[in-house]
């Protein structure tokens, strides 16, 4: 028997599997269908919150916003202080910034920075918060007196090119480079800005709070599932608490500045807390692992939207919708017939990590695939450590190079896994990095709903069946993870909603309101009480055995190193051959 | 027989002394488990932040920007808004961009 075959084989008794008849009462009996069922109903409940309470006079801002722009284009063939401002002022309408959806962040929201005491993650005092802020008022002043010289500055050569009817070159990359500053400077003056806006909280009662809602909304799909709502009750508790620690060591400000997130500090606390002291039993019925991550994902449909593909035109999707798929093949392919990787989930989950975006796509194509728990905690162990080099390195290489920085920002965004590290990468070197490495990476972060359900099909067709068997339509459809359905459904609709208001209002009402100011939370809260529970459920002995040889690290190395090759070799084709003027606009 | 009982009670003595043992050995490494992630976040990451000059000006630059970059997907970041936003005006208005309106 070969390696795959007997890994096949355990699989078979590890992995629960639909059983292949089908049945109404299906619906309310399997997870699948439950994780649609609670998605769309935290979907929905989102819709009726945000989409009858817009920003007041939204349509009339924006459309004062776009005529400015409108105007200031057709004036220079530069971009203009004043369409600037005119696109800052558009981007400030949003749901999110409501008073209604600031109580709704308030109450989801989870443990602060902190440096050294960890109690300041939960609590902070009027006092303490007022120190915060006249510690950071000096700085402020700093940056805002620089960006008030810098944007004096750009107006006199703003002045200068207009006086010449925009028609000097010389003139008008002059106000190129000085309006370039001033944004630059305008950058730093807001970022100081927020650090002199400090308010007291206490997060407690909103915690137990969440964690009451969390409790009663999965123990309704387990009350149908399997009857047993009340260990579920008892246990849930001690699993909010790890995925708040979680959290908390996120906000811990050196972990912040390595980009350490939940996932890898959720996974820790659970394998520490299972390889030591050991899980209890009575947590068993919490660590619902599928549960919280289909859950999850449903929502995380929401969040793809297919709009967003096109935002920066055809070389976006060269470098994103056509990089990636091939990195991703390639990858698994090397795996299986070079590397001969004794598990072609694992094999997969790591090459969709890679060349996807990090931990949602190892997220979405486990769960696809029907990965192993332990299987995804390497994924993700992998996609942390290589993104926090990354996150430094490339910043470095580009700079040393001096390579453009449109060039620069599509290279990182189509290779870094984490979309934060790619924009902290971005912003790092300038405007014009962040904006083209965060847009490569979004349009990358929409191609997860079409991955996913690929590899569902796939691994229904060809994974799942003896070999030489072949496997029909109604066969595939028994074997197909249903839950993929809600996460398609739910990008679909919210896609088309998108589409319908509009861009602009549809960013400031769905973008900047249902999904980010509601769905959002949970879903993060749901990922996170999913990490907690693979960590709970791991065992190190299990972890070692997928890593014998070492052949996920050499697949992750040898797949991103083909990763960063392409990428290059596409953005610097599509960016300055095929589509120059583009990069000239950006 | 009452040799038979006493070497039965002796036994539980020490099974319950390898209990307690394991017990401890197990309390002792999750505490070596807390202990390691002390370790690296007061010990070794701002030791590489010291010592390493990218990863000390990176690591500035988020502290003083608030990046998030812990944060895997796009709707978690608020800089992929703005840079959506800026993108998507830049081509709309802007000459040599999409605009579909002019």
Redesign the interface.
Known sequence: MTEENKHKQADTVEIVRDKAEVKLSDLWKKEDYWAIWLGFLLLAVGMMIFLPRPPENMRETIGKAEQTMAAEAARAPIKTIEWYKASDASGKVKATDLDYAKKIKNFLDHPQKWQNNPLQAFVMDKETAENKNAKAQPKFDAAKAAEEEALAAAKAAQDLAAAAGFQNTELNSAAKTAITDWRAAHRKASDAKKKTKAQAYNLFPSLIGVGIVLAILFSIGIKFMTGKVGPFFTAFPLVFIIAVLAYMMEGQATMKEFGIGYAAWAIIFGLIISNTVGTPKWVLPAVQTEFYIKTGLVLLGGEILFSKLLSIGLPGIFVAWVVTPIVLVTTFIFGQKVLKMPSPTLNMVISADMSVCGVSAAIATAAACRAKKEELTLAVGLSLVFTAIMMVVMPAVIKATGMDHVLGGAWMGGTIDATGAVAAAGAFLSERALYTAATIKMIQNVLIGVIAFFVAVYWCAKYECEPGQKVGISEIWLRFPKFVLGFIAASVIFSGLYSTMGESVGAAVIDHGVLRGFTRNFREWFFCLAFTSIGLATNFRELKHHFKGGKPLILYFCGQTFNLILTLIMAYVMFFLVFPEITATI | MKTLSMACDIGKIMKRSDNSTGLVR??L??A???LG?WLF??GF??WL?RH?E??R???E?????????????????E?????????????????????S??
């Open positions: 197990r309390w490494a999750l070596a488990g807390i992630i976040v007061y990451a701002p932040q390493s990218p990863v000006t990176l690591s630059y988020i502290d003083a920007s608030g990046v998030n970059a812990g944060s895997f997907y796009y709707t978690s970041v800089e992929v808004g703005e840079a959506d936003r800026a993108i998507r005006n830049t081509f709309r208005f802007f000459p040599g961009g999409h605009d309106e002019k």
